[in-house]
T-cell receptor, first 111, second 112 residues
């Protein structure tokens, strides 16, 4: 079955640590996105990529980094520079159409 | 910048009709989408309006008025499983790609 997978489902980070969230899709979509969602709020765009080896900052990119070395993969690193990283992180992909398909999300907690 | 406004919460009974309004301010507007998200889950796509008018998909319909920067999602024949958060999202076609900006979401509670 085609879809988007994210791992891990839950992640705990100590202050000062970098952590990497995985996002893989087998939908053959060109575009991929990372969003952050805080409790009771909407989704905010962190980074997005339209093609391999290219990506752009979203609205809240500070403290995050990404890579897009393969079409199927778009990992997100939450660096120690992100002062308030506790949130629900969602990865999505899309074709040239307007529908975005979301993965199940990773819930990151800073200890 | 871009901003979207939608009500924070709506409560209705099973079988009722609910309308969720969304007003937006944006540059480079391309279209308005709606997503549903159950607690703890991932958003799922419901509908998209690129042109003015009504789009119907089963019990759900979505409307757009570009001149008024306004749209709505209509949920008919409400069922308990429709209890969820609903987000409107604006597409802006930038040089670097098609981006979505989401509203804060409307929590719909369906009561028996």
């Amino acid at each position: 079955d085609g879809g988007i997978t994210q791992s891990p489902k839950y992640l705990f980070r100590k202050e000062g640590q970098n952590v990497t969230l995985s996002c893989e899709q087998n939908l053959n979509h060109d575009a991929m996105y990372w969003y952050r969602q805080d409790p009771g709020q909407g989704l905010r765009l962190i980074y997005y990529s339209q093609i391999v080896n290219d990506f752009q900052k979203g609205d809240i990119a500070e403290g995050y980094s990404v890579s897009r070395e393969k079409k199927e993969s778009f990992p997100l690193t939450v660096t120690s520079a992100q002062k308030n990283p506790t949130a629900f992180y969602l990865c999505a992909s899309s074709t040239a159409d307007n529908e975005q398909f979301f993965g199940p999300g990773t819930r990151l907690t800073v200890l | 910048g871009q901003s979207l406004e939608q009500p924070s919460e709506v409560t209705a009974v099973e079988g009722a009709i609910v309308q969720i309004n969304c007003t937006y301010q944006t540059s480079g507007f391309y279209g308005l989408s709606w997503y549903q998200q159950h607690d703890g889950g991932a958003p799922t796509f419901l509908s998209y309006n690129g042109l003015d008018g009504l789009e119907e998909t089963g019990r759900f319909s979505s409307f757009l008025s570009r001149s008024d920067s306004y749209g709505y999602l209509l949920l008919q024949e409400l069922q308990m499983k429709d209890s969820a958060s609903y987000f409107c999202a604006v597409s802006s076609l930038k040089a670097a790609g098609n981006k979505l900006t989401f509203g804060g979401g409307t929590r719909v509670l369906v009561k028996p």
